[in-house]
């Protein structure tokens, strides 16, 4: 029985008529919503959408606090790099343990998902009951109360960093271990039978194997770690504050002229991400064709 | 002299390997001790190291701060999340799973483009409009938090289908299912897994939001996260604190220790 040459062709077609049905939904309300406030905050950034007065086309809004917007990207920038350096590093490190099944594995992986159901205000809150002057770690360290390093709140991020990089490390694990699992077993075995020592196992099989996990999950938290608003807001210091903050506090100003400067400061967080997204994807991709 | 030095890499090695992974569980878990001890102490002044007086101030104040009803707003602003965002990302997962699309390159950058957008951003872009239509600010906060749960869901789903033989499902059509038993009967049961797993994500999205709860809701909508928020910021309150975090925390952990096991006796029971 020879198949009629339309019949599959028809079938690929209503199949591929039930794909567009079946993710039009998501894709519309992806759309729709961050369409609508994009637009927005772009239109008021440039003027164009105040709560009072006439519509003015201005960069007012992105040049008014140029100095403490320049200061608030160098602070999200900073936070964000090394919260992603860490959390990559620890990360790959738990990943690597799992994956070789080292001691305690299963007890890893709990502890890990257990993080990643933790809401990132309750590990904010959490790290500054443990990093502050007067926190957990201080009164069980036995360092005076005076000469406890300026953690929260400080010249230096490091409870926000330290915050992020703990949660965030369960993530990237977690990615890792899913992406690589049983390939890598295998994979290893062939490797041991051709002689490579578990120092090359490392380097010739694992980390090409999950260097495209650990590459786009590194992408996902430096960007949530740019755009996130409460662990900065709990742990960070006053001046200069990471974007979100400065955002969120020139948003909720009682002088409505700082909408635009707020709506600016959303504008240049969004950039950024989208920035790190379009530099790092290609990277990403390629990583995947080679593995 | 040479396996005196191997002996000794050895033994170094061996250390080692239980030591990384001590540290690594010690980095994990040591962030969270402080709300278990703050949680559980009435009176911890000064410096001393441990609590003066253990007891339960904290839970009374917590539940004199409303933790409860707002334990439940919060429950069902994740519960609201889910059943938007899961079946959602179970029908586009579906579709991008099984290779239905010509070109599955668009649709699947906006299906993760809400992970690269800040949701402070996008909810003080919308701040605007909600308030210019009348949107309840409910209903405006549950649909930007399904926005941002469906990235999670879709690609959950999307992994689950890849996995899954469509073939399946086309057997139960020949033998007589209708396409919609066959969905409901063949193809759901076996992606169980997956599914528990988005509805969980897409959950802890709404259950864990702050920004988009306190921009959009203007500190109307009081979540546990609100409290725990504002706790936090400006009690210097410890206990409080602690015993709002903690209670935030325990119901997802209870969820995922009963479906862990639950997961788990199933697999015994399949493989006996």
Redo the contacts between chains.
């Keep these: 029985m020879t198949q009629h040459p339309t019949s599959t062709h028809d079938l690929r077609a209503i199949?591929?008529l039930?794909?567009?049905r079946?993710?039009a939904?998501?894709?519309l309300?992806?759309?729709a919503?961050?369409g609508?406030?994009?637009?927005?905050?772009v239109a008021?950034s440039l003027g164009l959408?105040p709560?009072v007065g006439q519509p003015r086309l201005s960069t007012d809004g992105f040049t008014t606090l140029a100095g403490d917007l320049q200061a608030a990207t160098y602070e999200s920038l900073l936070t964000a790099a090394t919260a992603t350096l860490l959390a990559a590093a620890?990360g790959f490190?738990?990943a690597t343990?799992v994956v070789r099944a080292?001691?305690?594995v299963r007890?890893?992986v709990?502890?890990?998902?257990?993080?990643l159901?933790?809401?990132?205000?309750?590990?904010?809150?959490?790290?500054?009951?443990?990093l502050s002057d007067?926190?957990?770690a201080?009164?069980?360290s036995g360092i005076?109360?005076a000469s406890w390093p300026e953690l929260v709140g400080g010249r230096w991020p490091w409870a926000t960093v330290l915050?992020l990089a703990?949660k965030e490390?369960?993530f990237v694990a977690l990615v890792v271990i899913s992406s690589v699992g049983r390939q890598y077993a295998d994979l290893r075995e062939v490797a041991a039978v051709l002689g490579a020592g578990p120092r090359a196992q490392w380097r010739r099989v694992l980390l090409p194997l999950s260097a495209p996990a650990l590459a786009s999950s590194s992408l996902?938290v430096f960007?949530?770690s740019?755009?996130?608003?409460?662990v900065a807001?709990?742990l960070g210091r006053a001046y200069p504050e990471p974007l979100?903050v400065m955002?969120?506090r020139l948003?909720t100003d009682i002088d409505v002229a700082a909408r635009p400067q707020?709506?600016a400061t959303?504008?240049v967080?969004?950039g950024l991400?989208?920035l790190?997204?379009v530099m790092t994807l290609p990277l990403v991709r390629r990583l995947r064709a080679d593995r | 002299m040479r396996r005196q030095a191997a002996v000794r890499w050895r033994a170094a090695h061996q250390s080692l390997?239980?030591v990384?992974?001590?540290l690594?569980?010690f980095?994990?878990?040591?962030?969270?001790?402080?709300?278990l001890?703050?949680a559980g102490a009435s009176r911890w002044s000064g410096?001393?190291?441990l609590p003066q007086d253990l007891g339960l101030r904290g839970w009374q104040e917590a539940l004199d701060a409303g933790m409860i009803a707002a334990l439940a707003r919060s429950g069902l602003l994740g519960a609201a999340v889910a059943l938007?965002a899961t079946p959602?990302?179970v029908?586009?997962g579906?579709?991008?799973g099984?290779?239905?699309?010509?070109r599955p390159a668009l649709?699947s950058v906006?299906?993760l483009?809400?992970?690269?957008?800040?949701?402070?951003?996008?909810?003080?872009?919308?701040d605007?409009?909600i308030l210019r239509l009348g949107v309840p600010g409910e209903v405006a906060v549950v649909?930007?938090l399904?926005?941002f749960a469906?990235p999670y869901t879709?690609f959950t789903m999307r992994a689950t289908y890849l996995g899954l033989d469509p073939a399946l499902e086309e057997q139960a059509r020949v033998l007589g299912a209708s396409s919609r038993q066959a969905r409901r009967r063949v193809t759901l049961p076996a992606a169980t897994t997956g599914l528990v797993t988005a509805t969980g994500l897409a959950f802890?999205v709404g259950?864990?939001d702050?920004?988009v709860t306190?921009?959009i809701g203007g500190g109307q909508i009081v979540t546990a996260?609100m409290l725990?928020?504002s706790?936090?910021?400006g009690s210097g309150n410890?206990a409080l604190?602690?015993t709002l975090?903690?209670s935030?925390?325990l119901p997802?952990?209870m969820a995922?220790a009963v479906f862990?096991c639950a997961a788990s006796r199933r697999r015994t029971a399949v493989h006996s």
């Design positions: 199949r591929q039930g794909g567009a079946l993710v939904p998501a894709v309300l992806i759309v919503v961050t609508t406030a994009l637009v927005t905050v008021t959408l709560l620890i490190t738990i343990v080292g001691r305690g007890l890893l709990g502890l890990a998902v257990a993080v159901t933790v809401p990132h205000l309750v590990g904010a809150a959490a790290t500054g009951l443990l007067v926190g957990l201080q009164r069980w005076s109360a915050e703990w490390s369960a996902i960007v949530y740019l755009g996130t608003y409460e807001r709990l979100p955002a969120y948003f707020a709506a959303a504008v967080a969004t991400a989208l790190a997204a | 390997r239980t990384i992974p001590a690594l569980v980095w994990l878990v040591i962030p969270l001790t402080p709300l001890l703050w410096t001393s190291r938007i959602l990302g029908m586009a579906r579709a991008l099984w290779r239905l699309l010509r649709p906006v299906l483009g809400p992970v690269v957008l800040a949701p402070f951003a996008v909810a003080m872009g919308l605007v409009v649909l930007v399904s926005v469906l879709t802890l259950w864990s702050y920004a306190l921009l996260p725990i928020g706790s936090a910021a410890d604190t602690s975090a903690l935030a925390s997802p952990l995922l862990t």
